[in-house]
């Protein structure tokens, strides 16, 4: 599946530069740099906020750094970055369910959940292939709802990349961090963080939920649904963090002896990812730790379309 390119995405590039008056630039790599870099923030929000709705037009500047001019997985797998910096990485249990209601534009049927994969990896092969896999037909579906089997669908492909990455590494794994979250309050997700705007993430671990549990302040602790459980993952969360961008290390110094962050390595014998979940009755077993060999092997043949 084809990866977006500085060439499929020129037009974007183009938008953006008409939304914060740099268009007299693009004759000119360098300048064009720098009239970017000397935008204020909220030009560029706003900028992207009109240019970027969709998958395929995602478009972030980069600050004071090399740029990457192509998404890092095709980097990877192209043997782009042969220098690989220290980070972390990880995803979320239900990464596909943010955007469940963004499915509602095709019929909750079997044709339509054909239509859309097609459109997305533009195969009507790959897309007959999914289904085939996970078991949809015309008369079945294994969630008994064709936008949750999507959903699904997505959250796989997203993890299974995220994965695939990590293994296309081989041994050059040298401080690397991976984590898998799976982390529901449900409280908290209806009444304060999704609310009526998305009641499928209530009880599922959603895309991004992970940055807010990294970055929340105490301001959310007025709140009832802010419990001692949330500051505590919190707490967790940033103190690794923390570590992380001071020592590279996200265990520090080697003096915190509460929670061991295992580098990542290329190995089925060792431990190589730390897990957030555990915290209530909604949270079911990570499906890091269940056999997802069978998926991500299949997911690999497939490819991942440009979101991923």
Same mark, same amino acid.
């Given at each position: 599946?084809?990866?977006?390119?500085?060439?499929?995405?020129?037009?974007?590039?183009?938008?953006?530069?008409?939304?914060?008056?740099?268009?007299?630039?693009?004759?000119?790599?360098?300048?064009?740099?720098?009239?970017?870099?000397?935008?204020?923030?909220?030009?560029?929000?706003?900028?992207?906020?009109?240019?970027?709705?969709?998958?395929?037009?995602?478009?972030?500047?980069? %600050?004071?750094?090399? &740029? #990457?001019?192509?998404?890092? =997985? /095709? @980097?990877?797998?192209?043997?782009?970055?042969?220098?690989?910096?220290?980070?972390?990485?990880?995803?979320?249990?239900?990464?596909?369910?943010?955007?469940?209601?963004?499915?509602?534009?095709?019929?909750?049927?079997?044709?339509?959940?054909?239509?859309?994969?097609?459109?997305?990896?533009?195969?009507?092969?790959?897309?007959?292939?999914?289904?085939?896999?996970?078991?949809?037909?015309?008369?079945?579906?294994?969630?008994?709802?064709?936008?949750?089997?999507?959903?699904?669908?997505v959250s796989d492909s997203w993890r299974c990349s995220v994965r695939y990455l990590l293994e296309l590494l081989g041994d050059n794994t040298d401080n690397i961090y991976n984590y898998?979250?799976? %982390?529901?309050?449900? &409280? #908290?997700?209806?009444?304060? =963080? /999704? @609310?009526?705007?998305?009641?499928?993430?209530?009880?599922?671990?959603?895309?991004?939920?992970?940055?807010?549990?990294?970055?929340?302040?105490?301001?959310?602790?007025?709140?009832?649904?802010?419990?001692?459980?949330?500051?505590?993952?919190?707490?967790?969360m940033q103190t690794l963090w923390s570590n992380f961008a001071k020592y590279l290390n996200p265990n520090g110094n080697g003096d915190n002896d509460d929670i061991i962050w295992p580098?990542?390595?290329?190995?089925?014998?060792?431990?190589?990812?730390?897990?957030?979940?555990?915290?209530?009755?909604?949270?079911?077993?990570?499906?890091?730790?269940?056999?997802?060999?069978?998926?991500?092997?299949?997911?690999?043949?497939?490819?991942?379309?440009?979101?991923?």
């Amino acid at each position: 599946v084809a990866f977006p390119t500085p060439v499929t995405l020129n037009d974007t590039t183009s938008q953006f530069n008409a939304l914060t008056n740099c268009t007299q630039y693009e004759s000119d790599s360098t300048q064009l740099l720098n009239c970017w870099r000397n935008l204020d923030a909220n030009t560029i929000l706003t900028a992207q906020d009109v240019v970027s709705p969709t998958e395929d037009a995602i478009f972030i500047p980069t %600050v004071e750094t090399t &740029e #990457l001019l192509y998404q890092p =997985l /095709w @980097g990877f797998t192209n043997g782009e970055i042969d220098d690989i910096p220290p980070y972390i990485i990880g995803t979320n249990n239900g990464e596909g369910f943010m955007v469940l209601e963004d499915y509602i534009h095709w019929s909750n049927s079997y044709q339509g959940l054909l239509s859309e994969l097609t459109d997305e990896y533009n195969d009507l092969e790959i897309a007959h292939s999914i289904l085939d896999y996970y078991g949809i037909t015309e008369i079945t579906s294994p969630s008994s709802s064709y936008y949750l089997d999507n959903a699904q669908i997505v959250s796989d492909s997203w993890r299974c990349s995220v994965r695939y990455l990590l293994e296309l590494l081989g041994d050059n794994t040298d401080n690397i961090y991976n984590y898998e979250f799976d %982390v529901v309050e449900y &409280e #908290l997700n209806k009444n304060l =963080l /999704w @609310g009526s705007f998305l009641p499928s993430c209530w009880n599922v671990t959603c895309h991004g939920i992970d940055v807010w549990y990294l970055f929340n302040t105490d301001y959310w602790t007025q709140f009832d649904e802010y419990t001692n459980e949330t500051l505590a993952i919190t707490q967790t969360m940033q103190t690794l963090w923390s570590n992380f961008a001071k020592y590279l290390n996200p265990n520090g110094n080697g003096d915190n002896d509460d929670i061991i962050w295992p580098q990542y390595t290329n190995s089925d014998d060792m431990t190589n990812y730390l897990d957030f979940e555990g915290y209530n009755e909604y949270n079911k077993k990570s499906t890091f730790e269940d056999d997802r060999t069978d998926i991500c092997s299949f997911w690999n043949k497939v490819g991942y379309s440009g979101m991923y």
